[in-house]
């Protein structure tokens, strides 16, 4: 099977600094493909790379066959490709529903009237309700966003992603500043998204767990490079990996899922 995203000897130099070197990955349709390493390692600004945010110093980026190295983070928008980011991107002053109903209409062919009398828009309506209950933000949808806990602001973000139906998701550290507490509902999302079967994810995320009981595949980047990509079980069974990032917790996968298989 072709690879829905591929880069191809991707490098990033920030003056004297190469922070993404020579990184060569592929990404295969449907599945959720993780991408770890400790502060520095790179990923984030491979994600920068990734969603056009930042121009690479030199290589490609392909997606679905159509390079789109140079392409603004709006063009990739409409070919599929969403994006969440650290620190959450909402509109506080607007309500849960209507942040999401936005995300879609931006998408559609009312994306010039964004503050069109909403008994115009049944339809974005719809769509922003069916998002909400897949996020599990039913019931809040008359809520102010900056009224929402940090975990339902988190949600929100995925929301508003969806609600524009992309085919590719990146999320970056979607569990930044959420307690150990709120992070199983989030997680729980992530799987129900991936179980419809017609997404594919790319996670950058710094709890362990998580990405071994979530992804088919890792990628493990260490100063800029890709150090190891496998399933979780042979991520945790290579000794360099192990020996650098995971420790002995994870040496012992019994019983873990390995892939989308188990």
Known sequence: MDPILETKNLRKEFGGLVAVDDVS????????????????????????????????TRGKVIFKGQEITHLPPHRMAHLGIGRSFQITNIFPNLTVLENI??????????????FHQADRLTGYTQKAEGVIRQ??????????????????????????MLASDPELLLLDEPTAGMSSEQVPALLEIIRSIMAIGNKTIILVEHRMDMVMSISDR????????????GTPREIAGNHTVQSAYLGALYGDLSGQKEGSGE
């Open 25 to 56: 990955i592929q990404i295969q349709p449907q599945t959720l493909h993780s991408i770890i390493g400790p502060n520095g390692a790179g990923k984030t600004t491979l994600f920068n790379l990734l969603s056009g945010v930042f121009p690479p």
């Open 101 to 114: 109903r936005m995300a879609a209409q931006a998408m559609g062919r009312d994306n010039y009237k964004l």
């Open 135 to 160: 996020v599990s933000l039913g019931g809040r949808e008359a809520v102010l966003a900056r009224a929402l806990p940090h975990g339902d602001k988190r949600k929100l973000e995925l929301g508003i």
């Open 218 to 229: 890792i990628t493990v980047m260490h100063l800029g490079n890709v150090l190891a990509e």
